[in-house]
């Protein structure tokens, strides 16, 4: 009893007292989208039929998006900006991922075009997935260019990791090597959380420099 009634006590003084009730109300919205991510998308498409406009339509957009349904995530994005791709660069970006999620090069391509040279485009994944596309559609030239700027140090692991194999597969074992190399010495100055988060990926990386 000692022990735990004063814990017991924290805690309800940090429910009653820190959290007000639109604290509580976020949290318990938060809690039922996860266990019913539905919800959520049925909520937001009552309100885009309460009222359309460009904002709800993006947030059922994100909704679809978050919930890894590319497709409904595109029209959705597309409905919202109506062909004017110089509306909001945040949806032109997330419809280069979900293009690309649905293996349709020619609009990956093709949306990248549109902000390729908007600040925050150089070195993004945006591009990468841009470079991705380019050597789908056998743009090699174009498509190393561009793959090659996700290559930037103590980040951009996965991307890194698939660069390296991109070469690799292109007769540049050298090249692929060094960008192995680069991360797994950078994996040995990582934080423990960073050790968790990227563990896969360098196990990656090992398994595939060692077979070089």
Request: hydrophobic share 35%; net charge negative.
């Amino acid at each position: 009893m000692i022990i735990f009634l004063p814990v017991l006590g924290s805690l309800i003084y940090v429910v009653t007292q820190v959290f007000n009730k639109t604290n509580l109300d976020v949290v318990q919205d938060e809690i039922v989208q996860m266990i019913n991510p539905s919800k959520k998308i049925n909520d937001l498409q009552k309100q885009l039929d309460f009222a359309d406009t460009f904002q709800n339509h993006v947030n059922l957009a994100d909704a679809f998006f978050e919930a890894g349904d590319y497709n409904n995530a595109i029209a959705t994005y597309e409905k919202a900006i109506k062909d004017d791709y110089s509306k909001d660069d945040g949806v032109v970006k997330k419809l280069i991922v979900s293009y690309s999620k649905t293996g349709d090069h020619d609009k990956t391509v093709f949306c990248a075009e549109k902000i390729v040279g908007k600040p925050g485009f150089k070195g993004s994944k945006s591009q990468f997935l841009y470079g991705l596309a380019l050597e789908e559609l056998e743009r090699s030239e174009e498509a190393e260019e561009n793959l090659k700027a996700i290559d930037q140090r103590y980040s951009n692991y996965r991307e890194r990791y698939i660069l390296a194999q991109y070469f690799i597969d292109k007769g540049k074992s050298k090249d692929g090597k060094e960008i192995l190399l680069e991360i797994i010495s950078e994996s040995q100055h990582m934080s423990k959380p960073n050790r968790i988060k990227y563990k896969d990926v360098v196990n990656d990386v090992k398994k595939l420099e060692s077979s070089l």
